[in-house]
């Protein structure tokens, strides 16, 4: 796999636009500075996980007794507990004159950063590509580990520029419509979660094959 399929591969999997439309649902009546902070924090997270897996990811799983199957299937898991909240919660009634809670930074964690930008499948995708590279301590190895990492900080500073424009990029969506387009996003999440179980589950063989 070349370097360009690689980027593809990594932008695919670790991109921020699911990120960016759930940033905006759950950060309502924050303030600018709140919302930079939360978007810089979500970053900062995705880039050190994203990194560790790039340095050490597939040692992390062996050192672990953790197979990709089982990493895929509680990935999915989880995922899929953050999506289906999205499809069938209700908002709750407020008063015109109720002040809008105010968001916590913890949102930046979780779901922002984990599950939905250092995605289960773009760490696997990370571990997959690191198995690819040369290994030790030779030059072209260490050349190769930084080309991967240059990789994912590029990415991560175009998902920043991404949740830094959420509400330019989607300013144009009214509030209804926005609520329709989380209920899709969360459905196709759910679904994006019971696929990467199915893999997990194929990959070990659990699934007959016809």
């Known amino acids: 796999m070349g370097w360009v399929e690689s980027f593809v591969l990594l932008f695919a999997t670790t991109n921020a636009m ?57 990935g999915g898991a989880i995922l899929f507990v953050f999506a289906l909240n999205m499809v069938i919660s209700e908002e709750k009634e407020t008063s015109a004159d109720a002040p809008l809670p105010t968001p916590s930074m913890d949102i930046a964690a979780f ?7 250092a995605s289960p499948q773009g ?17 072209e190895a260490i050349t190769e580990v930084g080309i991967l990492v240059g990789l994912i ?4 500073a175009i998902n920043l520029g991404i949740l830094l424009g959420a509400e330019r990029i989607f300013a144009k969506i009214s509030p209804a419509f926005l609520k329709v387009v989380m209920r899709i996003v ?12 199915i893999s997990g589950f194929d990959g070990l063989g659990l699934i007959p094959n016809p």
């Open 111 to 117: 779901p922002m950063a984990v599950p939905l930008m």
């Open 153 to 156: 900080l590029i990415i991560m």
């Open 18 to 74: 699911k990120a960016a439309i759930v940033s905006l649902a759950m950060t309502k009546g924050a303030d600018a500075a709140l919302k930079r902070a939360i978007a810089f924090r979500a970053v900062l997270i995705t880039t050190v996980v994203c990194i560790l897996f790039a340095l050490a990811g597939a040692a992390i799983l062996s050192g672990l007794k953790i197979t990709v199957e089982a990493f895929l299937i509680a």
């Open 123 to 139: 760490l696997v995708a990370i571990v997959a590509i690191e198995a690819t590279l040369h290994q030790g301590m030779t030059i």
């Open 186 to 197: 969360g459905l196709l999440l759910c679904a994006l979660a019971v696929q990467l179980m």
